[in-house]
Structure formats: structure tokens, C-alpha cells
């Protein structure tokens, strides 16, 4: 049977959403009538979340459980469940139904007008403390500006994408990856529909400030090379500094002035010089090490049970 809408849902400890997000995406993709299926990824989950799936996908041949051998992080198992999909539009939602599966339908009206991908714009957002609210927003303008692609502002994951879409995103293996930058990138038709973000109505959020400030890195190094310009603007405005004031500290210590005597304005040059390099090598050290994961070609991800092993 030909699948019309995949819904992939990665699942991390969400065994208290997983009932109600299934419940509404059936009902909304009911009133679709179209053939569907619902790829539920399992990262890792320390939780009863495995079982849910499992007893979700004996109930409901549509729900198809993936489920990893450990965790290897949100953007991996929606590209796992990409990987799975069999739909001609593929919609990715994020399990704790902040992003609500009814939206799906005015995605789906987009997609049948023409458009390749529809993502979601959150024009609200509740239950998120003011500093997460304005990380985000300065994140997304930064990204924006800096990025040779431009990523829709104040759109997440969550998206409709047309099967040709997600036959190129699938061809794209990056390790460091940062989806909603990628399906920006791989261009086609596309258009943005806003909703009000939810809170989460139950668990705690698996997005914390370290793997918010990880993503924004992936989306940074993975799409501009600004970094690497600003350590190089910070090298030629010291060697600036230095050379400009050469012939003033000449002049100052021939005429017999006390200004530059003693060791203070040497240590503060040489900190300032040495932080300067620091940050530099740092920033260098993050391509680096991208291009060394790449290198050593390991999968992105490690799968102990698929819906082909029930």
C-alpha cells in the first residue's frame, strides 16, 4: 500500500506523552483520508517508553517503533526517522506536543497547493522562562545574518516535507547536523505557517541550555565560516594595534617618559595576545574536529530493533 503522510516523532523519555501524542495524530490524519503511518524513534529511552511503542505498534499497524541502541540525539533520530519513512509527505513533530499534530492539516493544504515544504513559525510560545525566549529569538537573527542559507526565522523542526525533499536530505550524512538549516539549504518551494507554541503538558524538557548552546554550534559551523572571519579580523586588528603603537612607545622611551616602564602594560599585551590566539585555536579546533568525525565514517546511528524485526 502506497503511504501518503509519515509523521516521525523522536521519543526521548516521553512515556507520559506518548498515549496523547498518538491519540492526536490519529485523529488528526484521520480526517486526511489518506493512507498514513506514524514512525515513532526511540533514543535511548530509560523510561517505559520502548514498551509504549511496542504496544502502540501490536494495537495499530501505522505506529512503527525504531528504537536505538543508545542515544545519539534528537537531530539523529528524526534523520533515523527519515531514513524509515515511506510516506510522499513526511512530517517531522517533536513528541511533547508543544507543536500540535492538528496543524498537520493546514500543512498538508499547503502541500497539495504546490509547496515542497511547509514549515511551522512560532508566533507564540508558552510555558518558556523570558531567557529562553530571548536566546532563541537572538539565536534564530544571528543565524539568519551570518549564514549563507537563510533559515526562516522562529521555525523549528517541525515541518512538512515533500518526498524529493527528504530524498535529498536523506543523501546528506553529515554527523553535526542541524535539519532545519539543511532543508533551508536543499531549496525547492517553500512557505511558512504560524501557530501558538504550547508548554509541554507533562515531563520535563530534554532541550537544556548545554544542548541548545551544542545546536546553535552545529548551525553555526555547519553553515557559515563567520567564525573563522572573526578570528581573522582579531588577528589583524592586534598586528593593527601593535604596529600603530610602535612609533609612540618609541618616541615616549627616547624622550625619557616613565609611561611605558615596568612590566603592567607588557602583562596586559601579552594576555590580551594570548587570549586573542586562544579563541582563535579554539574556533579552528571546531572544524577540526567536525572534519574528523566525518573522517573516521562511523553511522550516525546504531538501530537494535526496526518494525521489520516484529
Do not use: C
Not at 135 to 160: C, E, M, Q, W
Not at 213 to 220: D, K, S
Not at 227 to 248: D, K, N, R, W, Y
Request: hydrophobic share 45%; no cysteine.
Amino acid at each position: 500500500m502506497n503511504i501518503t503522510y509519515s509523521v516521525v516523532a523522536p521519543i526521548f523519555n516521553e512515556e507520559e506523552n506518548l498515549p496523547e501524542l498518538y491519540r492526536r495524530v490519529k485523529e488528526t490524519l484521520t480526517q486526511l483520508r489518506k493512507p498514513w503511518e506514524l514512525i515513532l524513534v526511540d533514543d535511548g529511552s530509560s523510561d517505559n517508553s520502548s514498551a509504549l511503542m511496542r504496544a502502540l505498534a501490536k494495537k495499530d499497524k501505522r505506529v512503527r517503533p525504531i528504537i536505538f541502541a543508545r542515544n545519539f540525539g534528537h537531530q539523529v533520530a528524526v534523520t533515523a526517522g527519515l531514513d524509515y519513512s515511506r510516506g510522499d509527505a513526511v512530517i517531522v513533530i517533536d513528541s511533547d506536543l508543544q507543536d500540535p499534530p492538528e496543524l498537520i492539516l493546514d500543512m498538508a493544504k499547503k502541500w497539495q497547493e504546490g509547496y515542497e515544504v511547509v514549515f511551522a513559525v512560532r508566533a507564540e510560545r508558552e510555558g518558556e522562562s523570558w531567557f529562553k525566549l530571548w536566546t532563541a529569538s537572538a539565536f534564530y537573527r544571528l543565524i539568519y545574518r551570518i549564514t549563507d542559507v537563510k533559515i526562516p526565522l522562529d521555525a523549528g523542526d517541525f515541518r512538512l516535507m515533500d518526498r524529493k525533499v527528504v530524498n535529498v536530505m536523506n543523501s546528506m550524512r553529515e554527523r553535526h547536523r542541524f535539519l532545519r538549516g539543511m532543508s533551508a539549504w536543499v531549496g525547492f518551494k517553500q512557505i511558512g505557517v504560524e501557530y501558538k507554541r504550547s508548554a509541554r503538558i507533562a515531563g520535563e524538557t530534554k532541550y537544556p541550555f548545554r544542548k541548545m548552546l551544542r545546536l546553535a554550534l552545529n548551525a553555526v559551523t555547519g553553515f557559515s565560516y563567520f567564525p573563522l572571519q572573526v578570528a581573522t579580523f582579531f588577528g589583524f586588528f592586534s598586528a593593527g594595534i601593535a604596529i600603530l603603537a610602535m612609533p609612540v612607545v618609541i618616541y615616549l622611551r627616547a624622550s625619557g617618559s616613565q609611561t611605558f616602564f615596568g612590566q603592567a602594560s607588557t602583562l596586559l599585551a601579552v594576555l590580551f595576545l594570548g587570549g586573542v590566539q586562544l579563541i582563535s585555536l579554539g574556533i579552528l579546533g571546531e572544524y577540526i574536529g567536525r572534519l574528523y568525525d566525518e573522517a573516521k565514517g562511523r553511522p550516525l546511528y546504531i538501530v537494535r530493533e526496526t518494525p521489520e524485526d516484529k
